[in-house]
């Protein structure tokens, strides 16, 4: 897991060519590891009405709870797919993290995601987490691209809610 350390900043900073080939050669020994174990995340009903309220997915299993308490497979409420994923970089920490993990890096951007799947519905008040996985690392002239597996599990459940590869961008 990443722990902040201290780091000595040399009064010229390194070319980006060259900060790239330092952030990877630094990062490659962390490749198929977990790197990451997120807090727990409630997500309740309401954070699900606030979802559906900007994004016009207002389907009953998301928003009618005595519907969806009588009618539902699941016997309740459920959040939506795009709300566990668009939650992804509060679980992931990556606001957080970032100036940790690379403290001479100018931006850090989301780039989209690899591949989804949804494996298990989040019901209302579940306390979801991810577990992150280095898949890979891909340097460009100024920037790498970092290829992350995040697991997002639900307290108390052995199946897992969704598996998504992320693609984050260093700029150095």
Known sequence: MNICKATSHPEAAPAPATAVQALQQQLTGQLG??????????????????FAHV????????VDVERARRESPFRG??????????LLPTLRALDKESACSYPDARLVVNCGLNEVSFLHP?????????????LE???NKRSL???????VEIQGSEKC???AQTRVRVYL
């Open 145 to 151: 691209d970092i290829i992350e597996e995040n697991r």
């Open 33 to 50: 590891q977990e790197i990451h174990l997120g807090d727990w995340y409630r997500v309740d009903q309401n954070c699900i009405e606030r």
């Open 122 to 134: 989040v019901k209302a008040d579940s306390q979801i987490r991810t577990r992150t996985r280095l």
């Open 55 to 62: 994004t016009g997915d207002n389907q009953w299993i998301h």
């Open 77 to 86: 409420t459920v959040a939506q797919g795009f709300l566990i994923l668009s």
């Open 137 to 139: 690392l891909v340097a």
């Open 161 to 163: 809610a969704c598996i």
